[in-house]
């Protein structure tokens, strides 16, 4: 049976997720979503994509970039990623980062397009009013993620009628915040706080003021990073109740931890594969053979990473999926039971993403490579750390403790042997063990190379594997600055 949704692929209704229509798709059967919302949920559809989340272009910028993971997968499969994103042999026409570019600024034409268009109307109903809220967030979603990639890029904040349009200089990094600032301003004031069970996954005030508290802490603006992350857990909208083994899990999707989480759906025919699910899982699958086939074994997690666990650390065995090579006899191989060894080829790295390792009972009903699964952009935990940061730099250092311990509390899973509490108000030894809880946390999640470089220790920490001051930003593509004719001039250094 089908239910009647547009975008919510968890409808608390008992219906199956992967019988129901997903973000991106528009069905006339629901009203309320606004004059434009066919169009806004085209954008949400455009979340999925390979250069925004879910394929080696995002995760290459995003992750592998960091002492915590790297491109994976083997030593012959996307060499030229490796050498780039992992050992800093930045090209600009280099892979991947012409897709990144491309891609984003798909969706900030569009979101121009969209509020250019509400702003014609006399009388905006509220639906409108929301979609308009919603394409301030994607306009901004999307300046954050370029800006923190490449630094200095042409600010186009209007409608694009031809390619021409776009042939615009570079904007100072300071006008490409403020107009992110602008957007996320307007997005809080008119998204809902919550959809209730109508448009499960779709943009709130909290995905809004949250992504506000990530823009203000890249920028280590302390006081409104604080401001912003208080915000959001003084609303009661979000907690942390869900165990965090079962964050990831399907059973986990849309959760009360869950902030921003793009939503997917499954499905048994390849061509409707990229219209209604997301290759997320299976970009980062294990790479294997037989049952063990279930993706491409990208974006891997490094030693580094399995080491900076604290001992008992449940975390651990939630966000690292080792792997052995198996030869001989296939009885060797092990059961597909959670925690247990994957057969995997000669891959690059330590250890696989269990963060995004699928329920065996969905892969045999509809396909190996997990094109269901959700992609959790902002989580609860993300938010109290970040108040948690903030407040430390801010001088409230028993608010921080405070703040860090309601993270710990929830990982230690109920075994009080294990993530002792931090008993500080050092600022300077509250700072590190923040930072250490961030990286374990969110490991293999988004931003811990935007971390290394916002804490001005990138070079410190990946100084070895070849990194510079200079590689902090991307070149801009060459094919960008070749069509420019001289107006798009290259970042230093490039």
Partial sequence: MMCAAVLLIALH??????????????????????????????????????????????LAIHSFRSEDAQQGSTAA??????????????????????????????????ANRILHAISEVENPTEGDLINKGEAHFFRAFA?????????????IDFVVENAADTNVPKSPVADIYALIDADLTEATRLLPKTWGNRFVGRLTWGAARSLHARTFMMRNDWAN???????????????????FGRIFREAGENSRESIFEIQAMGTAVPDDIYDFGAAFARTQGVRGAGQWDLGWGW???????????????????????????????????????????????????????QKVATDPAMRARFTPFGFWMNIRMIRFADVVLMAAESANELGRTEEARDLLEQVRHRARGGNIAVLPFRNTTDQAE????????????????????YDLVRW????????????????ALLPIPQQEIDNSNGVLVQNPNF
């Fill in 143 to 155: 300046y954050f993620n370029l800006v923190r990639a490449f630094g200095e890029i042409p600010l």
């Fill in 13 to 58: 209704t008992g219906c199956d997720k992967l019988d129901q229509p997903p973000q991106g798709e528009w069905t006339p059967d629901v009203a309320g979503g606004g004059t434009f919302q066919s169009e806004i949920f085209a954008l949400y559809a455009q979340l999925r994509g390979m250069g925004i989340t879910s394929g080696p272009p995002a």
């Fill in 456 to 471: 001005g220790i990138a070079r410190e920490v990946l100084g070895s594997a070849g990194f510079e001051d200079r590689h």
């Fill in 430 to 449: 509250l700072r590190n063990y923040i930072r250490h809880e961030r990286r374990i946390e969110l490991a293999m999640e988004w931003d811990r190379f």
């Fill in 225 to 243: 990073m604080f401001a912003a992350s208080m915000d959001v857990i003084n609303s009661g909208l979000y907690d942390l109740s869900t165990p």
């Fill in 299 to 353: 974006n891997m997690a490094t030693e580094a990473l399995g080491n900076a666990f604290e001992p008992g650390d449940p975390r651990r065995g939630y966000t690292l999926m080792y792997f052995v090579t198996v030869t001989g006899d296939p009885a060797t191989i092990p059961p597909n039971v959670w925690g247990e060894r994957p057969v995997a080829q000669d891959v690059v790295g330590a250890f696989f993403n």
């Fill in 77 to 110: 499969d996307g060499a030229d990623f490796s050498a780039m994103f992992d050992r800093f042999e930045y090209s600009a026409s280099g892979p991947g980062i012409q897709q990144y570019w491309t891609d984003h600024y798909t969706i900030i034409i569009a």
